[in-house]
Nanobody, 125 residues
């Protein structure tokens, strides 16, 4: 069973950058498409970005396009979320998730079987 552990969150000023990491245990990481979701206080968890098992296919929610980049290093069993030009509205707990249909870059939470514990990102104005 693959387990996911996020890191890299923190406090940053608006306009700044952060890189989130999600390290996966287990040898089947390469089989999974990976996604990032976030949940702001008082709001439902929402999709941010996803990447296929090979890294060839990515998909972003409109609000982060051009600012966030998802990538993965299968040799290191790690998926990343590079966040630039951060805004206060990006403040949330960020979760990584794994989808066993590795080719499928889905925005739907129900398609993901594995979830990390989350990492807090706070953007100050």
């Amino acid at each position: 069973q693959v387990q996911l552990v996020e890191s890299g969150g923190g406090l940053v000023q608006a306009g700044g950058s952060l890189r989130l990491s999600c390290a996966a245990s287990g040898r089947t990481f390469i089989d999974y498409a990976m996604g990032w979701f976030r949940q702001a206080p008082g709001k439902e968890r929402e999709f941010v970005a996803t990447i296929s098992w090979s890294g060839d296919s990515t998909y972003y929610t409109d609000s982060v396009k051009g600012r966030f980049t998802i990538s993965r290093d299968n040799a290191k069993n790690t998926v990343y979320l590079h966040m630039n030009s951060l805004k206060p509205e990006d403040t949330a707990v960020y979760y990584c998730a794994g989808n066993m249909q590795g080719w499928r870059t889905s925005r739907y939470q129900n398609d993901y079987e594995l979830w990390g514990q989350g990492t807090q990102v706070t953007v100050s104005s």
